[in-house]
């Protein structure tokens, strides 16, 4: 009963903080359409977002908040004043990358991200396409993807991805639990992940437009 009041309180300061929070969306597409679309859909959502033409863009981006953050860090440490690198709306909470771009793809973007050695390998990964090719989607969702939506996008898909927004969103709670409170780390970690699994066990059920798990068999 204690665990499940705890888990109940959980649930409702991790919704209150999302209420307050305006996530920060990385929109990848080689297409100046695509971009203004995706831009307008995840503006409608309240969403911070940051738009950009490649693969290599993107890891451009990543890597000079990754500076950033390190530099604001350093500050933080002589100044108790100084933001953070979250308080100022740095921090990436998702990647939206379509599939089929020129130079990188956005499965070698995945990869990248993805990578044992990335510092972004916790943040959440969205590939979009407007080809149904079940091998793609298998071999996105194995590299980490956490969904693989069809082209066009409705504003309904991306409010969908809200469960995954919170991902972000827990993961940062834990990096800043763990390193206030070591001795309590392993009840944080549980506790979070029980809120991820309710979360989306309380999501709307995946629309029709995207790829239904059969649909992932290699034919």
């Not at 898909?157 to 834990?174: F, T």
Request: proline share 5%; with cysteine.
């Amino acid at each position: 009963m204690h665990i499940q009041m705890e888990l109940q309180s959980d649930v409702a300061d991790t919704q209150q903080q999302m209420e307050q929070q305006h996530f920060h969306v990385l929109a990848v597409d080689d297409s100046p359409f695509e971009r203004k679309l995706l831009e307008r859909l995840l503006r409608e959502c309240s969403c911070k977002v940051t738009c950009v033409e490649s693969g290599d863009k993107a890891l451009e981006y990543l890597n000079q908040l990754d500076t950033h953050q390190s530099n604001s860090a350093d500050s933080t440490a002589s100044s108790s004043s100084s933001q953070s690198p979250q308080q100022e709306g740095l921090k990436v909470n998702l990647i939206i990358t379509d599939y089929s771009m020129p130079g990188m793809s956005g499965y070698d973007l995945l990869k990248t991200v993805k990578g044992s050695s990335s510092s972004w390998k916790d943040v959440p990964v969205v590939v979009i396409s407007s080809e149904n090719v079940p091998s793609r989607i298998s071999m996105c969702l194995q590299e980490g993807a956490e969904e693989f939506l069809l082209k066009p996008l409705k504003l309904s898909d991306l409010k969908n991805l809200q469960p995954h927004l919170l991902k972000s969103l827990v993961h940062s709670n834990e990096d800043t639990n763990c390193s206030t409170d070591t001795g309590n780390s392993d009840n944080v970690v549980k506790m979070n992940n029980n809120v991820i699994s309710k979360r989306i066990a309380m999501s709307p059920e995946p629309s029709e437009r995207r790829p239904k798990p059969k649909e992932l068999a290699v034919v």
